[in-house]
């Protein structure tokens, strides 16, 4: 499938900015962005062009959004985002764009990989969490809550 057409500029720049949305947004749940986070951020943007190069649709988000970045042309919705609320009504937005414009398949993955990614990021946190049994996760019960409420939003099967 090819995008000629497919979306307003302004929806291009809601799906371009939307992974790096996401990978700050679960960041800043718990009020600050760890430099662990932060690297994971990089790290998981950057390695996402190889992992989905087979995504049309994550491929055009990563190309425009180095391109928006260059050109300084951030949505404004996007830029003043403060609380988990507002995040929530981007990604409502984004999934139905993506479910109103895109073949499923193409937009389930790209969806899912917004989740993904912001597991990532919530993952890299060195606030080590353990269980009785020294298994333990870094994501808290309040990062897995807004990353689960995102992924129903956006009508994602978890």
């Not at 050109?71 to 609320?85: A, H, L, Q, S, V």
């Not at 990532?120 to 897995?144: C, H, I, M, P, Y």
């Amino acid at each position: 499938m090819e995008f000629n057409n497919t979306f307003t500029l302004k929806q291009l720049k809601l799906i371009a900015y939307a992974p790096a949305v996401a990978a700050n947004g679960i960041a800043m749940i718990d009020g600050q962005i760890s430099e662990e986070e932060t690297m994971a951020i990089s790290g998981a943007l950057l390695g996402s062009s190889e992992k989905y190069r087979h995504n049309k649709l994550i491929m055009l988000a990563i190309t425009s959004f180095q391109q928006f970045v260059q050109m300084g042309d951030m949505p404004g919705e996007m830029r003043y985002i403060k609380t988990p609320e507002e995040y929530l009504r981007l990604f409502r937005k984004i999934g139905k764009t993506i479910d109103k414009n895109v073949d499923s398949d193409l937009g389930v993955e790209y969806k899912q990989f917004l989740i993904d990614l912001m597991r990532q990021v919530a993952t890299a946190s060195t606030n080590k969490r353990k269980s009785l049994f020294g298994r333990g996760s870094n994501v808290s019960a309040e990062e897995q809550k807004f990353i689960d409420h995102i992924a129903d939003i956006m009508n994602l099967e978890q």
